[in-house]
């Protein structure tokens, strides 16, 4: 059993960052790719951001220079730091993993997801 939780959404005005921070937790032996999407009700999910445990990363062309992802793999938690937050970047965010459990299952896993409110 693995769980993925978020944390760190907010509502927060145009122009301000704000940091989201996810944690894996359970029967894991080692994360391949930690990765962040966002969803609204007009646009399907899309990928925000994601690292992979050789350290490739990949940013979306719409936050590039202003949204980074990081890891801290010995915790299994990663985070994504967004600066310079646009009415345009309001969504929920969603943490996601490609993992390998302890019973050598590999599968991708997803958290609940996190609300991020870009407004005045």
């Known amino acids: 059993q693995v769980q993925l939780m978020e944390s760190g959404g907010d509502l927060v005005q145009p122009g301000g960052s704000l940091r989201l921070s996810c944690a894996a937790s359970g029967n894991i032996f080692t994360i391949y790719t930690m990765a962040w999407y966002r969803q609204t009700p007009e646009k399907p999910r899309e990928l925000v951001a994601s690292?992979?445990?050789?350290?490739?990363?990949e940013i979306a062309d719409s936050v590039k220079g202003r949204f980074a992802i990081s890891r801290d793999s010995a915790k299994n938690e990663w985070s994504l730091q967004m600066n310079s937050l646009k009415p345009e970047d309001t969504a929920t965010y969603y943490c996601?993993?490609?993992?390998?459990?302890?019973?050598?299952?590999?599968?991708?896993?997803w958290g609940p997801g996190t609300r991020v409110t870009v407004s005045s």
């Open positions: 996601n993993a490609r993992i390998m459990t302890r019973t050598l299952l590999e599968d991708d896993y």
């Open positions: 690292t992979t445990s050789r350290g490739v990363t």
